[in-house]
């Protein structure tokens, strides 16, 4: 990571190296044209024209100083700190999903409410909205939005918009009771939003960040409408040399919330990036990043209830012989089974005692409809 403005210089020489080497900056995504069987080289081209003519501009005009540092710094936040800008949700990929996953007037349900995007788009697809955020900030903002959405709409459409400055860890709507979920929950730690003591990533460790995204997502699956579906905006990213594999962490816990994975989308950011990362380029053998993930996630028509205090097991494992990963489905109310592509099959009670997490125990007691299909602490990559 650079650290000032003549390692960014220095980077620019890397990216030079990099270009000669490789004749383009090694992204994230990679296009393959179909017909040739041919990597695409085209777009990354293009954009690395337009990237390197801005720099070269930037070098002309003598702005190559502390201040284009700062725009290189927009990445990530162990550079930007707490005061530097946030990423907003683009408002036409909210429209997109909006208008694909719900009809008019159905109930959407952001937990993670943000900056306004999914909120506005909802307002004018006359959806109604629920957004719940635990920062100050950023619901002032949103009240003063929604203020002005009312007022500079001459028609009103006949929704309701509800913004809650609580934290999503304890919705309070009732069970099986919205059409869709949508949120860009927070990316662990690496964009600061607030000091507010419920802020799921600040002054975590991503352990515990992880361990109130679950408690968020299964208040999710619990008031989302059987059939319906939640859609996670994430992205993976990488810090102080660790990469973190976010958007396998959701799917795993949405898996182990009982949800189905429905489909995933990629957002591609397109546009290369200019010279902060060069360095690590090769020093590391890491890509670019110019892609997020919109995770789609689907509430089963069927789920358990638990009203007796039992648990289930993951319906994913590993297999005893060979060691990949295993789905459970069930045959009956009481059995599940599971056959590996090596051979190896096993059928299991669903059913076991066991000892309920806290948060489990709160949930059941609260709506008295809980699905929970954990017994065993699920492990993750960077475990
Ligand atoms: C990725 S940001 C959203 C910004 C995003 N780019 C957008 O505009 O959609 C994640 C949001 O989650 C909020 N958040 C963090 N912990 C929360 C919690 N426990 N309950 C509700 N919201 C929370 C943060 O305050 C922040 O606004």
Not at 97 to 114: E, H, M, N, R, V
Not at 315 to 340: G, L, R
Request: glycine share 4%; aromatic share 12%; with cysteine.
């Amino acid at each position: 990571m650079p650290k000032d403005v003549e390692s960014l210089k220095q980077s620019e020489r890397i990216r030079q190296t990099i270009l000669t080497k490789y004749g383009e900056i090694p992204l994230s995504i990679w296009r393959i044209d179909f017909s040739k069987n041919k990597l695409v080289h085209d777009i990354e081209e293009t954009q690395n024209k337009i990237a390197e003519q801005k720099h070269k501009k930037w070098i002309e005009k003598g702005l190559y100083d502390e201040s284009l540092y700062e725009r290189f710094s927009m990445s990530s936040k162990s550079v930007r700190g707490k005061d530097a800008g946030l990423s907003i949700f683009p408002y036409d990929v909210a429209e997109r999903i909006i208008k694909f996953y719900s009809q008019t007037y159905d109930i959407i349900l952001d937990p993670c409410a943000g900056h306004a995007t999914r909120m506005t788009a909802a307002f004018n697809l006359s959806r109604n909205y629920i957004g719940y955020d635990v920062s100050k900030r950023f619901m002032e903002h949103n009240r003063k939005v929604l203020k002005e959405l009312w007022s500079n709409t001459l028609v009103k459409p006949e929704i309701a918009i509800v913004l809650k400055e609580k934290s999503s860890e304890y919705i309070e709507e009732p069970t099986d009771s919205i059409d869709m979920v949508f949120t860009s929950p927070p990316y662990y730690d690496t964009e600061y939003y607030g000091d507010e003591p419920e802020q799921l990533g600040w002054n975590k460790t991503y352990k515990e960040f992880l361990d109130g995204l679950k408690r968020v997502m299964m208040q999710c699956f619990r008031v989302l409408k059987p059939n319906h579906f939640c859609i996670f905006n994430v992205n993976d990213f990488r810090k102080e040399g660790v990469f973190y594999a976010y958007h396998n962490d959701v799917i795993q816990l949405a898996k182990y919330i009982g949800f189905i994975i429905h489909d995933v989308i990629i957002l591609d950011w397109g546009s290369s990036i200019f010279a902060c990362f060069a360095s690590q380029i090769e020093d590391y053998k890491v890509t670019a990043k110019v892609h997020e993930y919109l995770i789609v996630m689907r509430k089963p028509e069927k789920y358990h209830l638990v009203w007796d205090k039992k648990i289930y097991k993951p319906n994913v494992e590993a297999c005893p012989k060979c060691n990949s990963q295993i789905v459970f489905n069930m045959i009956n109310e009481m059995h599940e089974s599971a056959k590996c592509k090596c051979g190896y099959s096993v059928t299991r009670n669903i059913k076991q005692d066991g000892v309920m997490p806290r948060e489990i125990v709160e949930a059941v007691e609260k709506t008295k409809e809980v699905r929970f299909n954990f017994d065993e602490e699920i492990k993750f990559d960077f475990e």
